[in-house]
């Protein structure tokens, strides 16, 4: 059983700054995808940043230069830096991992609890 557990949310000031974490735990192929989504109220869930485990990126354009997302393969740990943040950051956050057994195999898709991120004033 695979299993996420979030931290690092909470109140922050525009332009200021936070780091989540989301650590995983459980057997994990070694194909995979860590990533973040973020889910506002009334909003659809959009992916945010996803690294694979070879280390490339993505970013939606949102967030692009503000957002950094890293991962720590020894300890199945996935990082979300986010600076310069803005009153629509403000979200739920969630940590996702995609992981499969080798190419062209089916994808397993895991999610973590979720953690508020809340940006205002």
């Known amino acids: 059983q695979v299993q996420l557990v979030e931290s690092g949310g909470g109140l922050v000031q525009p332009g200021g700054s936070l780091r989540l974490s989301c650590a995983a735990s459980?057997?994990?192929?070694?194909?995979?995808?860590l990533g973040w989504y973020r889910q506002a109220p009334g909003k659809q869930r959009e992916l945010v940043a996803s690294?694979?485990?070879?280390?490339?990126?993505t970013y939606v354009d949102s967030v692009k230069g503000r957002f950094t997302i890293s991962r720590a393969n020894a300890k199945n740990t996935v990082y979300l830096h986010m600076n310069n943040l803005k009153p629509e950051d403000t979200a739920v956050y969630y940590c996702?991992?995609?992981?499969?057994?080798?190419?062209?195999?089916?994808?397993?898709?895991?999610w973590g609890q979720g953690t508020q991120v809340t940006v205002s004033s």
């Open positions: 996702n991992l995609e992981d499969r057994p080798g190419t062209g195999w089916g994808a397993r898709d895991y």
């Open positions: 459980g057997s994990i192929f070694s194909i995979n995808t």
């Open positions: 690294i694979t485990s070879g280390g490339s990126t």
